[in-house]
């Protein structure tokens, strides 16, 4: 298909663009699940869809979802082919073998001008090692050493505020430009096991031979980001890990090349200040050399400032900057490094243009081109030692900048980002615009918690003491799984808060005395969050008051009641109509009961409705997790070939992406399938890795992998005594488990034949 050369150059041009395309060579996705996983706004990911759907880089198709349409997008093409003709440029899009795209998250910095370092060129070049530690003073080219070595790596620049949560999703995407997509779908699917990400993340590395830079690793706050660094350090191979910082970090021995930058020598300095266009004699060199000892930015700053004839010795080189350099700045470049010094991270364009206004772009170029600001990629920003001077110097007003900014990063719509405004208006110090804030994360960006509970958690901790942080914080560790400290922190603030901040934790407490078998406390607290519901007439709010109510009626043994309640949610996330997860997840939820109910071909109904939300939105999670209910209903129903079927699917991504207690649901529930189909060697197969996962994880109903090799044996003739004694010990903490295994097993097989006779 021949397409316009011009706009499709366009497209290809622009890095989002081309993030989109790089994940959908993963699969088809809904412009929703798109714009959490690139952290964009989804109105404008729709927008550059249709685009490049004219342009015939993408296909879309719609899928009807109780009378609404929904488009799923996938990649058209593999390749593109460019063709000069007399008089033109054609652009072909065919199927190919190679589809390549830019790094994801690239901020490697542009070298202008780069002198010397022969000898660190050559020792690294010449390294066998596969971590190059970079380290030395501010200003003295470490990032510039890198980047001048590893311009094919991809870059990331850390700051104070990242944590392991974020800083794995952002390699996830770039592996997955790789061809590697399991660390990504691990994330989607809401796991976040420290040790499992540090493997992903080794193993991704290893099978592409990705090359990754970290620059100013001393920033980094979050210790297990340094501990997933000394893991890569001792394991890497075919990968390559460079990482810049002002401090030597210990990352071990065997495999790092440890080198500290000093500043130039004196040839190479007096090349870097003729490069710059100044011409100086030997005696005022000599004299420029021992102010500034080789220090390349020194170098670039005096650069700037010199004149003929001027005299330049200074008690302290700060003074120099202040009196030759920052008084020659007009009105408009002072301003906007004062306002750029407010911030200890990279800013877009589009930040820039938003905060300072006026004449943005001939500023930004001219405060370039002195040396006093630096670019990677679309992001500028101060080094440390011009920030740390204009910290005396600046004259902006804090509070109105910030405050600008918290509402431009609002106007993006996307997590990330909100957490980023999130981090400023802590700076503000402003309890309304946390209050705000709060709300608008329990209304809008319900993943954040999901998504990066680490970064939100840092965020937080610096206000704990605010109600509405505790309020968020009890939210965190209710998630995972630190019940007690959730629940200390709801109670101290339930009478702070008032409207849907304590109508939130209303809903936690009836949760969380759930899950520690409270129940009498859990009714409470449902009777209280009910009256709310009434006076509020907030959607939100009776969202929440049924899904509790489904959840305390079930653990009440009331199936028929959580029934009720339960279409009652169901009808109330419909008409909110924004929440496509989680209304699959109601789905499941009334497939649930109706299982419970023993109705199964009702559940069947339910369980179909979720799969294909879940397929129409490119929630995979949600999909496997679906089709494992399906396993589960066939399974009871009799019909072993089709819970086969959909256990295959179910427990295959959950082994993928590690979540190996859904992975063992999945695995029984095959296993006792292949017995009834008297497939006796797959189910042997399947038993067996229950019983792997067992060991590795402990959980316990890998155990009854022990039951049904006892099953198998019996079917063959052979000595299964063994196995079930293996199999009662190991369960013998767990009746119930026991009971439940047993009598699910009873549906395929005869358990009294290995069962002990009694008297």
């Known amino acids: 298909m021949l397409v316009n050369a011009s706009s499709l150059i366009k497209l290809l041009s622009n890095e989002t663009n081309l993030e989109i395309l790089s994940v959908l060579r993963s699969g088809s996705f809904n412009p929703r699940e798109l714009a959490r996983i690139l952290g964009r706004d989804e109105t404008d990911l729709s927008r550059r869809l249709r685009a490049m759907e004219r342009a015939g880089l993408v296909e879309g198709r719609w899928v009807r979802i109780r009378e609404k349409n929904v488009k799923v997008y996938s990649l058209k093409v593999d390749g593109i082919e460019i063709r000069f003709e007399p008089g033109e440029v054609l652009i072909s899009t065919s199927k190919g073998d190679r589809y390549e795209v830019p790094l994801l998250e690239s901020r490697l910095p542009p070298i202008d001008v780069f002198v010397g370092r022969e000898k660190e060129i050559g020792l690294i070049s010449s390294s066998d090692k596969s971590v190059i530690v970079i380290y030395g003073i501010a200003g003295i080219g470490k990032t510039t050493l890198a980047a001048k070595l590893f311009s094919d790596a991809f870059w990331y620049q850390m700051s104070e505020g990242d944590s392991l949560d974020y800083f794995a999703w952002q390699v996830g995407l770039f592996l997955n430009t790789l061809g590697y997509n399991a660390l ?24 592409s031979s990705a090359k990754i830079v970290i620059d100013d690793l001393h920033k980094c706050r979050d210790e297990r980001i340094l501990h997933l660094l000394a893991f890569l350090s001792e394991r890497l191979g075919k990968g390559k890990l460079v990482i810049t910082s002002r401090e030597k970090p210990n990352l071990g021995i065997e495999n790092v090349l440890y080198l500290h930058l000093a500043g130039l020598s004196p040839e190479d300095a007096y090349s870097l200040i003729k490069a710059k266009g100044i011409d100086v004699s030997s005696k005022e060199f000599a004299e420029i050399y021992h102010i500034t000892l080789g220090h390349p930015l020194a170098l670039t700053l005096f650069s700037e400032a010199y004149g003929a004839n001027k005299e330049f010795t200074r008690e302290s080189f700060f003074d120099f900057i202040l009196s030759e350099v920052y008084g020659k700045l007009n009105e408009d470049e002072r301003s906007l490094l004062q306002l750029m010094s407010l911030f200890d991270e990279p800013l877009e364009y589009e930040e820039i243009r938003a905060l300072h206004g006026k004449n943005v772009f001939s500023t930004l170029y001219s405060l370039l081109n002195k040396g006093l600001i630096e670019r990677r990629g679309d992001y500028y920003f101060l080094h440390d030692l011009i920030r740390g001077f204009l910290s005396e110097v600046r004259e902006v007003d804090e509070v109105k900048v910030y405050s600008k900014y918290v509402e431009f990063l609002l106007g993006r719509n996307n997590a990330r980002d909100f957490l980023k405004a999130f981090r400023y208006a802590v700076k503000l110090k402003d309890g309304e615009t946390i209050k705000r804030l709060v709300e608008l994360r329990l209304r809008k960006f319900k993943r954040v918690i999901q998504d990066f509970p680490d970064a939100y958690l840092n965020i937080l901790s610096i206000i704990k003491d605010n109600p509405y942080a505790k309020e968020e914080l009890g939210n965190i560790y209710f998630q995972k799984g630190f019940f007690e400290k959730a629940l200390k922190l709801w109670l101290e603030v339930k009478d702070e808060l008032g409207g849907i901040h304590k109508a939130d934790v209303l809903s ?10 409270r129940l009498d406390e859990s009714e409470k607290y449902l009777e209280e969050l009910e009256k709310m519901k009434e006076s509020m007439n907030d959607e939100e709010v009776e969202l929440w008051y049924f899904v509790e109510l489904t959840k305390l009626n079930f653990y009440l043994g009331k199936p028929e009641e959580a029934l009720k309640s339960a279409l009652n949610e169901l009808k109330v996330v419909r008409k909110l109509g924004r929440y496509p997860e989680f209304e699959s997840l109601v789905l499941l939820h009334v497939g649930d009961i109706y299982v ?5 071909r009702e559940s069947l109904t339910y369980y179909s409705q979720a799969l294909e939300l879940a397929r129409a939105y490119s929630l995979s999670f949600m999909e496997h997790l679906t089709l494992f209910e399906l396993s589960k209903a066939y399974y009871l129903l009799g019909d072993y070939k089709k819970a086969v079927e959909h256990a295959v699917r179910g427990g295959d991504y959950f082994l993928r992406v590690r979540n190996y207690r859904r992975a063992v649901d999945a695995l029984a529930y095959r296993c006792f399938s292949y017995i009834a189909l008297g497939e006796l060697e797959r189910a042997q197969n399947d038993a067996r890795e229950m019983i792997r996962i067992a060991q590795s994880t402990g959980y316990p109903l890998g155990w009854a992998g022990y039951i049904a090799l006892a099953a198998i044996e019996n079917l063959r003739g052979g000595n299964f005594k063994e196995y079930l004694n293996i199999g009662r010990e190991k369960l013998k903490e767990y009746p119930r488990l026991y009971g439940a295994v047993l009598k699910e097993l009873g549906r395929v097989f005869e358990v009294s034949k290995i069962l002990p006779q009694e008297g």
């Open 184 to 207: 990504l779908e691990y994330l989607r699917a809401g796991s976040r096991e420290e040790r499992d990400i540090f493997e992903l993340v080794l193993e991704g590395i290893e099978k």
């Open 596 to 600: 419970e109910l023993e109705r199964y």
């Open 508 to 517: 936690s407490l009836v949760d969380v005395y759930i899950e520690l078998n």
